[in-house]
């Protein structure tokens, strides 16, 4: 039997998974896999070989030749393809855009959530994505469904962006996430979709110290707290 502590948190793109997943696993000293950037390497490492990701044929034709390497150093997920950190190059709007049509196509899903059940079943950790509470670990020790209004993620998106010195502006951003939202919900294999058994949780109006908080008041609550500390 598995008995690392699996934690999935799913939900839409903007919702804050990433941050409150890495923090989550700080506080419980396991390790974070960031899932969404598996999607985006290998749509970077595509756009690199000058492959569109919306072009089903051609991602599919190349797929099978793409090395792809997960490494973890210090807890920091690095994201490789054919030997090549991409992390860099993972955050700009083509990324976005470009995993999200990648990760339509059932192969790529095959192999990535391939990738990600291994991890989860060498060390304790948490998880975020959009199927993970329900196709890559649906017997994970807990599971999180972490949401916010449109409107809020693409204001927390369009300040990250300003850091990054983007040109987008805010009704470009809203537009992207909503587009975003439709293909990462409407598409055939593994919609993103919230697990029966997951918690809901509504981060509109909660700083990521209070998710964080609400979330590992449920782990406690269901005595997964004390196995985390000693995974
Ligand atoms: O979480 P993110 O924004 O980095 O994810 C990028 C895209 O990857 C997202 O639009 C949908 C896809 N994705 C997925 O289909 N399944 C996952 N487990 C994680 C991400």
Redo the contacts with the bound molecule.
């Keep these: 039997m598995n008995k690392n502590l699996t934690i999935a948190i799913?939900g839409p793109?903007?919702a804050g998974?990433?941050s409150v997943a890495k923090a989550l696993a700080k506080r419980l000293n396991i390790m974070h896999l960031?899932?969404?950037?598996?999607?985006?390497t290998v749509a970077v490492a595509l756009a690199g070989k000058g492959i569109d990701p919306a072009d089903e044929e051609a991602v599919l034709k190349a797929l099978p030749e793409l090395r792809l390497e997960l490494r973890f150093s210090e807890g920091e997920q690095q994201n490789y393809a054919d030997g090549v950190n991409l992390n860099s190059c993972?955050r700009t709007p083509e990324a976005?855009m470009g995993?999200?049509d990648?990760?339509r196509y059932p192969a790529v899903?095959r192999r990535?959530v391939a990738l990600?059940q291994d991890c989860a079943k060498s060390r304790s950790f948490v998880l975020?994505?959009?199927?993970?509470g329900t196709v890559?670990l649906p017997g994970a020790s807990a599971k999180f469904y972490l949401d916010a209004r449109a409107e809020v993620r693409a204001q927390r998106r369009f300040l990250d962006l300003q850091k990054m010195q983007s040109p987008q502006t805010y009704a470009e951003v809203l537009a992207d996430v909503q587009r975003?939202d439709a293909?990462?919900m409407n598409?055939e294999d593994?919609p993103?979709r919230q697990a029966e058994d997951a918690v809901y949780i509504d981060s509109s109006e909660l700083t990521e110290e209070e998710v964080l908080d609400l979330i590992v008041e449920k782990l406690k609550e269901r005595r997964l707290v004390g196995e985390a500390q000693n995974a």
Excluded: E
């Excluded at 960031?34 to 985006?40: K, L, Q, W």
């Excluded at 975020?128 to 993970?132: Q, Y």
């Design positions: 799913d793109s903007g998974k990433s960031d899932t969404g950037a598996m999607y985006r993972l976005s995993a999200s990648v990760s899903r990535l990600q975020d994505g959009r199927d993970i890559v975003r293909q990462d598409r593994s993103l």
